[in-house]
């Protein structure tokens, strides 16, 4: 099975900064990733698919890159409404695992 | 507009059996595979398994397999996640998703509470 492991777990940061949260893949997985952001209470929502495909409606202050096994989520202004766990997803041949979760704090 | 709307929470003892649903409108129902993702208490989400309502299809993570059943019911557009013999460590949000592509899940259910407790 392939193993996705986020980092860091967990974020502390203020509105407007930078955040990179990174997923690693234990074998190459070429593009096939996905983002998901979850707030409390809530579903989980399609951010980023392919490594870098922005989803339709989603904010362009999200970022995605990589490809292999080693991928980046970036938020390029943190919004108030950007404090979120949000996880990654690799998928291929309809076969899917997450990784652990990074969640993004207010500092 | 997709829509999954999932069947409600519910609260059962060890050992009895469960079915709970989620029921697809606004698309195809037949053209997209469905997923079914857990979540336990605090923790992050784990790909239980899939479906494709249209030949009814199924796979399993090999963590679930042969702890749950995935089906489906093309006449009426629904899923199904159900177990034989609850346990308590099935207590868990239990999310469907439709799956666009080869495996990214694009619309989600709201999700069904199932709480197992003696």
């Known amino acids: 099975d392939i193993q996705m492991t986020q980092s860091p777990s967990t974020l502390s940061a203020s509105v407007g900064d930078r955040v990179t949260i990174t997923c690693r893949a234990s074998q190459s997985i070429s593009s096939w990733l996905a983002w998901y952001q979850q707030k409390p209470g809530k579903a989980p929502k ?12 989603v904010p362009s202050r999200f970022s995605g890159s990589g490809s292999g096994t080693e991928f980046t989520l970036t938020i390029s202004s943190l919004q108030p ?4 766990t949000y996880y990654c997803q690799q998928y291929n041949s309809y076969w899917g695992a997450f990784g652990q979760g990074t969640k993004v704090e207010i500092k | ?10 609260v059962k003892k060890p050992g009895e059996s469960l079915k709970i649903s989620c029921k697809g409108s606004g698309y195809s129902f037949t053209s997209y595979w469905i997923g079914w993702v857990r979540q336990m208490p605090g923790k992050g989400l784990e790909w239980m398994g899939i479906i494709y309502p249209g030949d009814s299809d199924t796979r399993y993570s090999p963590s679930f397999q042969g702890q749950v059943t995935i089906s489906a019911d093309k ?13 308590a460590s099935d207590t868990a949000m239990y999310y469907c998703a439709r799956i666009r592509g080869s ?11 199932v709480t197992v407790s003696s």
């Open chain 1, 81 to 84: 409404d950007d404090f979120a």
């Open chain 1, 46 to 57: 399609l951010l980023i698919y392919k490594a870098s495909s922005l989803e339709s409606g």
């Open chain 2, 103 to 113: 495996g990214k899940f694009d619309y989600w259910g709201q999700g069904t509470l």
């Open chain 2, 1 to 10: 507009e997709v829509q999954l709307v999932q069947s409600g929470a519910e």
């Open chain 2, 75 to 87: 006449s009426i557009s629904t899923a199904y996640l159900q177990w034989s013999s609850l346990k």
